[in-house]
């Protein structure tokens, strides 16, 4: 018998495009059933504030547990939970408030619930403003690593309003500086000058880093929506640093302080392959020290560091691939970086 062909026919733009709004926080009218998924935290602080500008037929409240540890699948469950609970349907809508945490977890529990529904990022943290609110990357962790579950789902809007910063604890704040700071080393050298000469703990300097920061996330999703290529390069620093993340547990350092020392191990390597000069590692490790982000980390074991990279989601069997920054303003992805050269930089990390 012969074999047969049937094939589905699927070739079908789909528009994605959605308006990052920074300014105060709007009158947002939704005509469906909203669910506000947040921690303890932000609610506390800040939930009222949000339900005065929100009007929909129905509000519910979801709060899961504070930071990095609890983005699992247990919280997941929870959320969804719930939504069933209140039957919540593929009209519905999920509002994502809170950090890169709730974020990653609203959108990912968004893009699975009945199989997928719309949702908001309404981020009150500068790492979320600037970074995990924007590009629809969403998903949660597990044992084996960070953000090894998840999906590419896009919100519908952002809102990014600084009045949430104000409560914002300096380490948080400086977490999000990180996140700045690597979005202008790899694609805007003047933007990086812009931050050596300007403290950004002003407010108003702030909005301007913060827009700056989201154009050129905005740009490089656009180019690169589901990471194939350039949009990978936004990921200078976090091959190093969810190594980080996972040998200490997600508990001693936050994402952007695991980023900070990420990127000054990515700009050692760098200058070992001459891709950039110690002058220039060296004015980015300044800028990292200034908001006072940890550059440094002790390894306990070179060997068992490197493996862990095999964990990565850009690497494959046989190869990892690093994301170089090439002096200021540019970035390479390599695949081909010889190991021992790469054991050579964790060495200089090594615990003494």
């Known amino acids: 018998m012969l074999a047969m062909t ?19 926080l709007q009158k947002i009218t939704l005509k469906t059933k909203v669910a506000i998924v947040t921690n303890p935290k932000v609610a506390g602080l800040h939930l009222a504030y949000l339900l005065e500008k929100i009007e929909a037929s129905e509000v519910y409240i979801i709060t899961v547990p504070d930071g990095e540890n609890y983005k699992n699948l247990e919280s997941l469950n929870i959320i969804l939970e719930d939504l069933f609970n209140h039957r919540f349907n593929r009209n519905s809508m999920l509002i994502a ?9 609203t959108g990912f529990v968004a893009s699975v619930y009945q199989r997928g529904i719309d949702f908001i990022q309404v ?25 090894l579950i998840g ?37 805007d050298k003047e933007f990086f000058e812009w931050l050596e000469k300007n403290d950004i703990h002003d407010e ?37 640093g969810h190594v980080i993340e996972n040998e200490t547990k997600y508990t001693k350092y936050l994402h952007g ?9 990515a700009n050692d390597v760098a200058c070992e392959l001459g891709l950039m000069t110690q002058d220039e590692a060296g004015r980015i490790k300044k800028l990292l020290e ?11 074991d ?51």
């Open 204 to 240: 108003e300097l702030m909005k301007i880093a913060i827009e700056k920061a989201v154009k050129t996330k905005a740009w490089v999703v656009a180019q690169d929506e589901k990471e194939r290529g350039l949009r990978a390069a936004l990921n200078y620093g976090h091959t190093f």
């Open 151 to 187: 999906a590419f789902h896009q919100p519908k809007a952002v809102y990014i309003d600084p009045h949430f910063l104000k409560t914002l604890p300096k380490r948080e704040f400086a977490a999000g500086v990180a996140e700045i700071v690597k979005m202008a080393v790899t694609f």
């Open 97 to 105: 408030f809170g950090g890169g945490v709730i974020g990653d977890m």
């Open 257 to 265: 302080e695991s980023v900070a020392i990420g990127m000054t191990m």
């Open 123 to 147: 981020p009150t943290t500068l790492l979320s403003q600037v970074d995990a609110s924007v590009g629809g990357k969403t998903g949660i962790n597990n044992r084996f690593g960070k953000n």
């Open 290 to 300: 200034h908001y006072a982000l940890p550059t440094t980390y002790d390894i306990v």
């Open 6 to 24: 049937v094939n589905i026919a699927l070739k079908h733009e789909v528009d994605n495009s959605y308006p990052i709004i920074i300014d105060s």
């Open 302 to 352: 070179v060997e068992l560091f490197y493996e862990t990279f095999f964990l990565d989601k850009k690497s494959s069997d046989s190869s990892i691939t690093f994301i170089i920054a090439k002096h200021l303003g540019g970035v390479v992805m390599r695949d081909d970086i010889d190991a021992e050269l790469i054991k050579k930089v964790l060495t200089t990390y090594k615990e003494s």
